[in-house]
């Protein structure tokens, strides 16, 4: 019997009660291992542009890019909620284009929510998506499509004026009807008291242990990507080193002749080889 599907207001219900898990997945091999685990939601993050497709951040994906990987983790994970990331620029400029953007991971790709860098000043476009129909997931703090605004790759909300405003942020967020908010590099300090002010989950990435639920990019933390230069991810085993060793044996069985061996080969009928051999 399939497991049941995790759906938002299991989530939200889960608020102050019960945390809940959050990986990253871009295609059907980790897409599987992590549903089979009991992740409770898959994030196909625009952090795929780095961990994938080898771009030096998230700025330059695609909408059509990001469709092709959620498509692959849509055909696969059954029973995690799944979100849809909406990369640079395909929600900035227009709410119709954001909508339809919107729409694309849902009905293309088969995800059931999408979440949305931003600041108080994109709280309207999340809530023209959420009167659409579509779920969001407001993500803020460091917002890596725009860190260069933001000094860089750092943690933000170190002074008052800047924690007030990734505060009100936050506000702004769930007033345009996100169902959760992902801080990422805020101080723990800072992610309690907006874990604790907002009635929606709030989701952490180096934003301390008080948020309703935690994030971590696979890749990182199974040894397979070096990270984005976030000092918050955590390698919990380097499988990278086990599967480089084994490519290597893989090439040294076959300069020393041990692969293919007989278990690797298919037999032939000795009379017909006879026959053929003339």
Not at 251 to 272: R, T
Request: charged share 20%; hydrophobic share 45%; net charge negative.
């Amino acid at each position: 019997m399939a497991p049941a599907k995790v759906t938002i207001p299991e989530l939200q219900a889960r608020k102050g009660k019960q945390k809940f898990t959050m990986l990253t997945a871009y295609d059907v091999p980790i897409a599987r291992l992590v549903d089979d685990a009991g992740i409770d939601v898959i994030l196909v993050g625009d952090s795929l542009g780095a961990v994938m497709l080898g771009y030096p951040g998230t700025a330059p994906v695609t909408m059509d890019e990001m469709i092709h990987h959620a498509k692959a983790v849509g055909r696969t994970a059954k029973r995690a909620l799944l979100v849809g990331d909406m990369p640079f620029m395909s929600y900035q400029a227009d709410t119709a284009e954001a909508i339809r953007n919107a729409g694309r991971h849902i009905k293309e790709a088969g995800m059931d929510c999408v979440k949305l860098e931003g600041t108080a000043k994109q709280a309207p476009i999340a809530r023209a998506i959420v009167d659409a129909g579509i779920a969001v997931i407001g993500h803020i703090g460091l917002t890596l499509q725009t860190a260069a605004s933001l000094g860089g790759v750092t943690v933000q909300g170190g002074t008052a004026e800047t924690a007030r405003r990734i505060l009100d942020d936050a506000l702004a967020m769930e007033a345009a009807g996100c169902w959760a908010v992902l801080m990422e590099a805020v101080p723990a300090d800072l992610g309690a008291l907006i874990t604790h002010r907002l009635k929606v989950p709030t989701i952490g990435i180096g934003a301390g242990p008080a948020c309703d639920g935690q994030v971590l990019l696979t890749h990182e933390m199974l040894g397979l990507f070096p990270g984005l230069g976030l000092p918050w991810g955590k390698c919990y085993v380097d499988a990278g080193a086990v599967m480089s060793q084994a490519i290597r044996q893989y090439a040294d069985d076959i300069h020393s002749g041990v692969f293919p061996g007989p278990e690797n080969s298919f037999p032939m009928d000795e009379q017909l080889l006879r026959e053929l051999d003339g």
